[in-house]
């Protein structure tokens, strides 16, 4: 009887939720800024934030960094490109701003879009019509649609490799780097191997474990390339498939299809150990996608906390806390007393949360 009626007065209180989302265009959630010495690291960080396949603009998990942050957004469209600078400039929120309209290409100068009726999945590849056919049908009737990823037309862009930009467009600190570009993310990672890559810290970026475009590198590859250069996989965010079939079984478990994964540094590239400044980035971007306990773990590193010491933030770990309490505060509002505990929980097994 209490499960009946837990279910019912939550499932009315996630649709209140719902309700004022919709209504107000906004998530409903307690506001809070992060306390004066979180800023403070924020600032001795210093982070630069590059974004490659920057359609609709920056990730809203890069939102907390705007006041601390330079951020670089590459993208080929020219006319998103110039929407995306108009759009930067008007918001004003983040300390500095750089739009690319050009493609990021290990070795082309010009190159070819592919531009797709779902803008959003647009590549410099073409669409594999043999694979997606399994997953997408053609009716309309029955999501997901393929019509989504119909090429309607073709542009010819200009193309530079990562670390030309970094050279032509003054970047080569950047500390996070988001690559988001349709099956082109392996030649984009190894085309900033040079200048680019070794400063950064964090890597969130997009991986398909099915060839969606013709001739793309999966996931295994990108992962390989990332660890053997001194990347953990953190986190991984999954998206699965169902096969498009006329008359399909009414339940079934979905197919591993791509995911965006967070990478963070935990040696150099060429094996030296990371500095406390390094440490302290590190603990930035982990903080920022709210991996408290390691974020905190980094700050307690003797030669971070020197750091820290001459830096004038004593106690920052506190602040990380009164952070993480807030958003955890936040978060209470639109969850219920089953979710609470599985959150809170030492560990998680996708076993119990796969469907």
Not at 24 to 49: C, E, H, M, N, W
Not at 138 to 157: D, M, N, S, Y
Not at 298 to 308: F, I, M, P
Request: charged fraction near 25%; glycine fraction near 6%; proline fraction near 4%.
């Amino acid at each position: 009887m209490f499960n009946i009626v837990y279910t019912i007065l939550y499932g009315a209180r996630k649709r209140f939720y719902l309700f004022f989302e919709l209504l107000t265009g906004k998530k409903f959630s307690v506001s809070y800024s992060a306390p004066a010495r979180l800023q403070r690291l924020f600032r001795l960080a210093d982070l630069s934030i590059l974004d490659i396949g920057a359609r609709s603009g920056p990730l809203s998990e890069f939102q907390f960094f705007a006041p601390f942050a330079r951020l670089i957004l590459c993208e080929p469209d020219g006319e998103e490109a110039l929407r995306l600078q108009e759009t930067m400039k008007d918001q004003g929120q983040w300390r500095n701003v750089t739009v690319i309209a050009k493609a990021i290409h290990p070795t082309a100068e010009r190159v070819v879009l592919n531009i797709t009726k779902h803008e959003g999945l647009s590549s410099l590849l073409e669409p594999n019509e043999k694979v997606l056919s399994q997953f997408y049908s053609e009716h309309q009737g029955i999501k997901p649609f393929l019509e989504g990823w119909r090429v309607i037309k073709r542009i010819e862009v200009p193309a530079l490799s990562l670390d030309m930009a970094a050279q032509t467009y003054d970047f080569s600190d950047v500390s996070l780097l988001k690559v988001d570009t349709q099956g082109t993310e392996l030649g984009i990672l190894q085309s900033g191997s040079t200048m680019v890559l070794p400063s950064v810290v964090g890597v969130y970026v997009e991986a398909e474990f099915m060839p969606l475009y013709i001739g793309q590198p999966l996931f295994g590859d990108v992962h390989d390339f990332l660890q053997s250069n001194g990347f953990r996989l953190v986190d991984i965010k999954r998206s699965c498939l169902r096969r498009a079939l006329p008359n399909r079984s009414v339940y079934s478990k979905r197919e591993l299809a791509w995911a965006h994964s967070l990478y963070l540094r935990e040696i150099n590239a060429d094996k030296t150990p990371l500095t406390a400044l390094q440490k302290i980035k590190i603990s930035c971007v982990a903080a920022n996608f709210e991996f408290f306990d390691y974020a905190i773990w980094l700050l307690r590193d003797l030669d971070v906390t020197a750091l820290l010491h001459t830096s004038g933030l004593d106690g920052v770990e506190e602040d990380m806390n009164a952070y993480s309490a807030a958003l955890w505060a936040s978060i209470k509002k639109t969850c219920g007393w089953p979710e609470k505990q599985r959150i809170t929980r030492d560990s998680l097994s996708d076993r119990n949360n796969e469907r």
